[in-house]
Structure formats: structure tokens, C-alpha cells
């Protein structure tokens, strides 16, 4: 049995020539498949050419994630449907959603930048409707607004992921009732962390996914230097503990489930 690393992100190693390496590590550490998820525009495309390039191992996603949402919005996503024209189409879309961490201190900025944000993921949420599309959420301190957008848009819960979850029980709850799920990262590693480990295993195994959001938040003991899939498995191992059982086969079914692959 293998791993499934469902949400990274190649194209930092993909620029740095380095990704032929890091798919060598990936192997020899087991994690066989994984999606390399779209930000903006500017890695779709990329994306759908490391997908081509290596069928049935890398899977890729398409989405404008919040963070590079501005007044143009309208203009970045405007060729995001043709991605799914290609033979190597996106198992997902996303990441999409709400992050409100890094607003401006101005007022009035701030809240043109919620309004965008808001209107960019209702437009991508609609997309994702009609494409049927498995749909990966990035929620920032916009949880309950990301949690009413999605119930607004009349999208199944069954295909919504909040990848990189770090809330509490209370908000994983409430993902849980409505059918959707929470994907976690490295970040269950790190110290002092009672409230999402709490969220972990008030999910339990029955929907679990797990990711590196490489090359972002590498799991301890590597904390501090740049990630990458082949951490995968430190993350599994740390949640075999947590949960008392090994999650590795049920992971890997419910990511090949959700991402229809």
C-alpha cells in the first residue's frame, strides 16, 4: 500500500529543475500519487504538463486561489474552464475560497478585497457546480463566510475538501453534518496543537485525506525547511499514533474516492 499526497504544489521545484529529484524521493519513500493543486492563471497550464507527463502519478487541479484575487479577477478566470478541454483535465477545482489573514489595514481596502474574494469563489463555486467537479477549499480566518458561500451555491458537501484545516472541533463539526471533510498538512506535528488534534480525531479515519502543501509547513522533525511530498509518510505515521490505528490504506481509498482517480 501506498501513499497519496493530495494537495501540493510543483512548481517551485518544477522552476528550479529539481523536480525530477523530489519525484525520486517521493517514490523511494513511498507516496505514489499525488495532486499538484493550481493557484492562478500563471500554473495551469504548467500543471496540465506535469499531469501529461507522468499519467497516473501526478494529478493536477485548477483554481484562483484568494490570495491572488484582485479587481481583474473576472480576467483571470476567464480561461479556467478550457483547462477541463484538455486530455490531461483537472481532478479538481481549486483552490478556491476566502482568506482574510493578510488584509490591508484600511477599511475601505479591506473590504474591497472581501467583496472580489467573495465574488471570484461564488463564480468558481458555480463552475465547479456544473463542471461536477471535487472542489478544494483554502479558508483563513473566513471560516463561517467560506461555510455559507458553499451552502449558498447548492454544491454537493460530499465533493468539498478544506485542505490545510486548522480549526477546532466546533468547525469540523460542522463540515462533518453537511457531508464534507477536512484534509491536514504537517501542522498536526507541531507542539502545543491540543485544538486540531482534537478536529483530527473527532473526523477519525472515515473521511481522512493528508497532504504536505508542499513545499510549505514541512512536518517536524524537518520544520523549517522547504518541503516536499516525500514528508508525506511522517505525516501518515504521526496520525497512526494520534488515531490508534494505521490510516495509510483507508487514506489512500478515500483520496482515489474523492478525486475520482
Known sequence: MS?????????TFLQKQELEQVLQRAEDAGVEKMVTVGTSKEDWTDYGDIAQRYPEKIYFSAGLHPGYVDENWTEQISGLKKCWDRTSAPVALGEIGLDYFRLPKDEKKAEKIIFWQKEAFRAQLHLAKELAAPIIIHSRCAFDDCVSEIDQSGVDWERVVFHCFSEGINEISQLIERGGRASFTGIITFPKNDTLLEA???QGVENLMIETDCPYLSPVPYRGKRNEPAHLPVIGKFADSL?????QRKCWENSISFYEV
Open 3 to 11: 501513499w497519496f499526497d493530495t494537495h501540493c504544489h510543483l512548481q
Open 200 to 202: 483530527v480525531k473527532y
Open 243 to 247: 488515531l490508534s490505528q494505521k490510516i
